[in-house]
């Protein structure tokens, strides 16, 4: 599944779009949605996955780009990455409340788990994407052990909790906790 | 070397990576603003992980998306760019809430009127009202089709819908923006269809999610979806 990757390093210039919704210029607004919005989408997608829902998503993360595009701080980070994060965590946040909502609490999601049934419609493995990746991220998630690599993609880019990945790998809610802990671990140790 | 790994990085690594629950996600963002140490890490997380985001597919959104959004910030799509000054306190027209009330009470009207033209227009025939399609939410292949001819009457069809493995079932379920959780209208089979008569819920609504989880043989023991989603989609009004 190697469909057109949008390249990390694209060229288009987030920092004076940021800077132009801070000086309320709607054309930059315009700008930044018209180069960004089918990327944020794609992101917001996979996460909450609902194509309504993430359009949602796509017009709160644009309503507030335009409301807190004077709080960016070019000194904390690019652009490209204020843009991308504030999309993901209110898409995450929706996931996040709605489980709430579904599944009172980890233990009855442990519980319903320990059944070990829910395994018959479980994910497929991401592994080939990994590959196509950029940078020296790819190059540290290959060392990962399989599972730990699984648990943070899935997490990361499906917006799965730890309940769900154990579902996806077929393993009990403790293993997988230690998975991504450990694998985080090692990706802030080998990107140093 | 971990040795440097403490329970900040536990916190900022796991917001940035999506596995903090609802209650943790609202500690950090609470946090967040007071503690810049705690700021310093989940940045350094999102810099490191923001490659896996080029893994998910580019969706274009429909056109009304940016509409929506010129709307909310006050900008209408006919005047992109009136003179806003660049200092001061935004006016009333950046009332989001404003906003909304007038384009809700906008649609409203609308609807009024085209429901009241519609009676007058075609009074004894009703033709479906409400379609869904619920998709597979992983690859969105479609599983099952619900065409709902009046507000408080649906029916389900199969689609070639995968179905229940031994000693599991599926459960069909149904939620409105403004109700608290969802709730059930009954075991579903995939090779049957299935008359829904809604008589104990609301009438049907506009964008009413409806989905299908795969539960215990008897149906979840807790009245609310346990499993996984295998098709979700949401009510779309024919008109």
């Given at each position: 599944?190697?469909?057109?990757?949008?390249?990390?390093?694209d060229?288009?210039?987030?920092?004076?779009?940021?800077?132009?919704?801070a000086?309320?210029?709607?054309t930059?607004?315009r700008?930044?949605?018209?180069?960004?919005?089918?990327?944020?989408?794609g992101v917001?997608?996979?996460?909450?996955?609902?194509?309504?829902?993430?359009?949602?998503?796509?017009?709160?993360?644009?309503?507030?780009?335009?409301?807190?595009?004077h709080?960016?701080d070019?000194?904390?980070?690019?652009?490209?990455?204020?843009?991308?994060?504030?999309?993901?965590?209110?898409?995450?946040?929706?996931v996040?409340?709605?489980?709430?909502?579904?599944?009172?609490?980890?233990?009855?999601?442990?519980?319903?788990?320990?059944?070990?049934?829910?395994?018959?419609?479980?994910?497929?493995?991401?592994?080939?994407?990994?590959?196509?990746?950029l940078?020296?991220?790819?190059?540290?998630?290959?060392q990962?052990?399989?599972?730990?690599?699984d648990?943070?993609?899935?997490?990361?880019v499906?917006?799965?909790?730890?309940?769900?990945?154990?579902t996806?790998?077929?393993?009990?809610l403790?293993?997988?906790?230690?998975?991504?802990?450990?694998?985080l671990?090692?990706?802030?140790?080998?990107?140093? | 070397?971990?040795?440097?790994?403490?329970?900040?990085?536990?916190?900022?690594?796991?917001?940035?990576?999506?596995?903090?629950?609802?209650?943790?996600?609202?500690?950090?963002?609470?946090?967040?603003?007071?503690?810049?140490?705690?700021?310093?890490?989940?940045?350094?997380?999102?810099?490191?992980?923001?490659?896996?985001?080029?893994?998910?597919?580019?969706?274009?959104?429909?056109?009304?998306?940016?509409?929506?959004?010129?709307?909310?910030?006050g900008?209408?799509?006919?005047?992109?760019?009136?003179?806003?000054?660049a200092?001061?306190?935004?006016?009333?027209?950046?009332?989001?809430?404003?906003?909304?009330?007038?384009?809700?009470?906008?649609?409203?009207?609308?609807?009024l009127?085209?429901?009241?033209?519609?009676?007058?227009?075609?009074a004894?025939?009703?033709?479906?009202?409400?379609?869904?399609?619920?998709?597979?939410?992983?690859?969105k292949t479609?599983?099952?089709?619900?065409?709902?001819?009046?507000?408080?009457?649906?029916?389900?069809?199969?689609?070639g819908?995968?179905?229940?493995?031994?000693?599991?079932?599926?459960?069909?379920?149904?939620?409105?923006?403004?109700?608290?959780?969802p709730?059930?209208?009954?075991?579903?089979?995939?090779?049957?269809s299935?008359?829904?008569?809604l008589?104990?819920?609301?009438?049907?609504?506009?964008?009413?999610?409806?989905?299908?989880?795969?539960?215990?043989?008897?149906?979840?023991?807790?009245?609310?979806?346990t499993?996984?989603?295998?098709?979700i989609?949401?009510?779309?009004?024919v008109?």
């Amino acid at each position: 599944m190697t469909a057109a990757l949008p390249s990390v390093n694209d060229h288009f210039d987030y920092e004076s779009a940021l800077a132009g919704c801070a000086a309320r210029d709607v054309t930059a607004l315009r700008r930044l949605y018209e180069h960004a919005a089918p990327y944020l989408l794609g992101v917001a997608v996979r996460i909450v996955r609902d194509r309504a829902l993430a359009e949602d998503v796509l017009h709160d993360a644009f309503v507030k780009v335009w409301s807190h595009a004077h709080t960016f701080d070019p000194a904390r980070g690019a652009a490209r990455g204020w843009l991308f994060s504030l999309v993901r965590h209110q898409a995450l946040n929706l996931v996040r409340d709605r489980l709430r909502l579904v599944l009172p609490d980890e233990d009855m999601a442990q519980a319903i788990e320990d059944e070990a049934a829910l395994a018959a419609v479980a994910g497929t493995a991401p592994a080939g994407e990994t590959r196509v990746m950029l940078g020296r991220l790819a190059i540290c998630l290959e060392q990962l052990d399989p599972p730990k690599r699984d648990s943070i993609l899935y997490a990361y880019v499906d917006g799965c909790s730890h309940s769900e990945i154990a579902t996806r790998l077929n393993a009990p809610l403790g293993s997988v906790k230690a998975w991504v802990r450990r694998g985080l671990q090692a990706l802030k140790e080998c990107m140093q | 070397m971990s040795d440097d790994w403490d329970a900040l990085d536990d916190l900022a690594a796991g917001y940035v990576l999506g596995t903090l629950s609802a209650a943790q996600r609202e500690e950090v963002a609470r946090r967040l603003p007071q503690e810049p140490g705690l700021q310093d890490r989940v940045d350094d997380w999102e810099a490191r992980l923001h490659p896996l985001s080029a893994l998910a597919e580019p969706v274009t959104p429909a056109p009304r998306v940016w509409a929506g959004i010129a709307r909310s910030i006050g900008h209408a799509e006919q005047r992109p760019k009136p003179a806003t000054p660049a200092t001061g306190t935004p006016g009333w027209w950046h009332s989001l809430a404003l906003w909304r009330g007038i384009a809700f009470g906008a649609t409203a009207c609308s609807l009024l009127l085209a429901a009241m033209l519609g009676l007058r227009a075609f009074a004894p025939p009703a033709p479906p009202r409400y379609v869904v399609v619920l998709a597979a939410p992983q690859d969105k292949t479609p599983g099952w089709l619900i065409q709902a001819s009046s507000p408080r009457r649906l029916k389900l069809i199969p689609l070639g819908a995968q179905a229940a493995p031994t000693n599991r079932a599926l459960q069909f379920w149904t939620k409105a923006d403004d109700w608290s959780g969802p709730v059930s209208l009954g075991l579903v089979q995939a090779d049957q269809s299935l008359d829904v008569a809604l008589d104990r819920l609301p009438a049907l609504q506009d964008n009413q999610l409806f989905e299908i989880t795969l539960e215990p043989a008897a149906g979840s023991p807790i009245g609310r979806p346990t499993g996984p989603v295998l098709y979700i989609g949401r009510a779309v009004l024919v008109r």
